[in-house]
C-alpha cells in the first residue's frame, strides 16, 4: 500500500490534462451524449452547479447539429469545449482548448487499469517512475554535494540540485 500510495503522487512532471483531448473521456463521453439525444451522459462530468449551463449548451448543439454536416461538425465542436472549459473549471485548473494528442503513457495505463479492474500494470510503471526520479534528483544533489566551504558557484549549484530533490521528496 505504501509503494502504491507513494508512486501514486511520486510522478512530477508537468500534468497533461487528458480531459481536453479530444479522444480523453470528457470529448469521448460528449460524442456519445450528442449522438444519442441524452445530456445526461456527461453531466458527472461536471458539479451539479454546472449542469444547467450544459444542458442549455446541450440543447443549442442539438438544434444547429440539425443544420447540415457542417452546422453539426460546429455545434459539436462548441458543445466539447464548452464541456470541457466547464469540467476544467471544476477542477480549478485551466482551459486552454482541445487537443488533437493521444494520453500521455501513464494516463493511457490508468484508464487501461481502470477498465481491466486491476491495477498491478500501473503500480510497475508508477514504482518504476518513482525510482527513475529519485535516483535522477538524488545522483545530482550527491554529485554537487562536495563543495568547499566559500565556494559560492559550487554551492550554488548545490543548492540547485538540493532543492529540486527535497522538494519532490516532499511531494511523494
Same mark, same amino acid.
Given at each position: /500500500?505504501?509503494? &502504491?500510495? /507513494? ?7 508537468? $500534468? ?26 456527461? /453531466? ?18 442539438? !438544434?444547429? +447539429?440539425?443544420?447540415?454536416?457542417? &452546422? ?5 465542436? #462548441?458543445?466539447?469545449?464548452? /464541456?470541457? +472549459? @466547464?469540467?476544467? !473549471? %471544476?477542477?480549478? $485548473? ?12 501513464? @494516463?493511457?495505463?490508468?484508464?487501461? !487499469? ?18 527513475? %526520479? ?6 545530482? $544533489? ?9 565556494? @559560492?558557484?559550487?554551492? +550554488?549549484?548545490?543548492?540547485?540540485? #538540493? ?10
Amino acid at each position: /500500500l505504501a509503494v &502504491a500510495l /507513494l508512486a501514486s503522487v511520486a510522478v512530477s512532471a508537468p $500534468a497533461f490534462a487528458h480531459c481536453d483531448s479530444m479522444k480523453g473521456p470528457v470529448v469521448t463521453a460528449a460524442a456519445a451524449a450528442l449522438e444519442a439525444g441524452d445530456p445526461t451522459l456527461v /453531466l458527472h462530468w461536471v458539479r451539479a452547479a454546472d449542469e444547467a449551463t450544459i444542458r442549455s449548451a446541450f440543447q443549442q448543439a442539438l !438544434a444547429v +447539429r440539425a443544420l447540415g454536416p457542417e &452546422a453539426k461538425a460546429l455545434a459539436d465542436r #462548441y458543445f466539447f469545449e464548452t /464541456l470541457v +472549459r @466547464i469540467h476544467r !473549471a %471544476g477542477e480549478a $485548473a485551466p482551459y486552454t482548448g482541445l487537443v488533437d494528442t493521444e494520453p500521455e503513457p501513464i @494516463i493511457a495505463a490508468t484508464d487501461s !487499469a481502470l477498465k481491466l479492474g486491476t491495477s498491478d500494470e500501473l503500480e510497475r510503471l508508477l514504482v518504476a517512475r518513482v525510482r527513475a %526520479g529519485l535516483a535522477e534528483r538524488f545522483a545530482a $544533489a550527491r554529485a554537487a554535494k562536495g563543495f568547499r566551504p566559500g565556494d @559560492i558557484a559550487a554551492g +550554488r549549484k548545490f543548492v540547485a540540485a #538540493y532543492v529540486p530533490l527535497t522538494h519532490w521528496v516532499e511531494g511523494v
